[in-house]
């Protein structure tokens, strides 16, 4: 398997754009998968540096319905239709972020609309519970809460039936590869928390162990006991590649890099990883 971050936060290579999302290049099995677009058309001209052909994607997974992660979608460089795009019905609802602040309402929601663009919508799969798309690909959604550490974010809304109510993130979709060394987990924000979210997958998956975890973790505020039980379950499960990323967190990424050494990569945009 072969991952190329065309989008992250940071970039530390000439000629290489970064932004605030995420974009995943990943080939594997005769494979190619777009995990996430970023916000604008970074992951294209990072593409292009690497040496990558967007038009041979096989399929697109986006993570969630936020602007950071769905955004650069209208931007991908389709010759007559876009290729299958997995998404989970609600990601296209409108998302807001409240300012504590002001108390006023930031939308975060992806910037374009299902209605002017009916060539995304043509190719749009809306993905059930759990879906497997392609040979060791699996998609899982609607992720249950399992530990008494992680909490939901109280500053994310969505509008729905004329009323803001509190953003569960049913749409949040895990990215699950199987390979001979475990299981390839792909997060985008984990906003549900990522042991749920690895926890989820261990339920779905009980025979196998997970070898890699490339994820957004919005680990960027957590209290240090979570920061602290995160890294603890990471060593407890004994995964072998954490490549924390977006909006994971300077110091959160510094304490993985400090407990989980080598097993912990540091990337940035333009950087690949052989799996």
């Known amino acids: 398997m072969k991952v190329s971050i065309l989008t992250d936060n940071i970039v530390k290579k000439r000629g290489f754009l970064a932004e605030h999302g995420l974009s995943l290049y990943i080939e594997h099995g005769g494979i190619n998968i777009l ?3 970023g916000q604008s058309s970074v992951y294209c001209h990072n593409a292009v540096a690497m040496g990558i052909d967007l038009q041979n994607t096989d399929g697109i997974v986006l993570s969630h319905g936020h602007y950071d992660h769905c955004g650069g979608l209208i931007h991908f460089p389709k010759t007559s239709k876009y290729p299958a795009i997995y998404a989970h019905r609600q990601a296209f609802y409108k ?3 409240k300012i504590s602040l002001n108390k006023e309402f930031k939308d975060i929601s992806i910037p374009w609309g299902l209605a002017e663009h ?20 699996h998609i899982l959604t609607e992720i249950p809460s399992s530990t008494d550490f992680e909490d939901i974010a109280k500053d994310f809304f969505i509008f729905q039936s004329e009323h ?3 953003d569960m993130f049913f749409d949040e979709q895990i990215l699950v590869i199987e390979t001979k060394a475990g299981l390839v987990i792909f997060l985008g924000c984990s906003h549900l928390g990522v042991i749920n979210c690895l926890n989820y997958v261990r339920k779905c998956f009980p025979e196998q162990s997970i070898y890699a975890l490339f994820a957004g973790m919005h680990m960027e505020e957590a209290s240090p006991l979570r920061v602290e039980m995160t890294i603890h379950y990471m060593m407890e499960y004994k995964i072998q590649n954490v490549v924390p990323m977006h909006c994971t967190g300077i110091l959160s990424i510094c304490e993985m890099k400090r407990f ?10 333009g950087d690949v990883i052989n799996i």
Do not use: G, W
């Not at 995304?120 to 060791?136: A, D, E, R, V």
């Not at 989980?260 to 945009?269: G, I, N, R, S, Y």
């Open 35 to 37: 995990f996430d677009t």
């Open 95 to 97: 998302r807001y972020f």
């Open 118 to 137: 009916p060539d995304i919508q043509k190719s749009l799969i809306y993905t059930p519970k759990m879906l497997n798309p392609y040979p060791t690909v």
């Open 164 to 166: 803001m109510i509190t």
């Open 260 to 269: 989980l050494k080598e097993c912990c990569h540091v990337c940035a945009a």
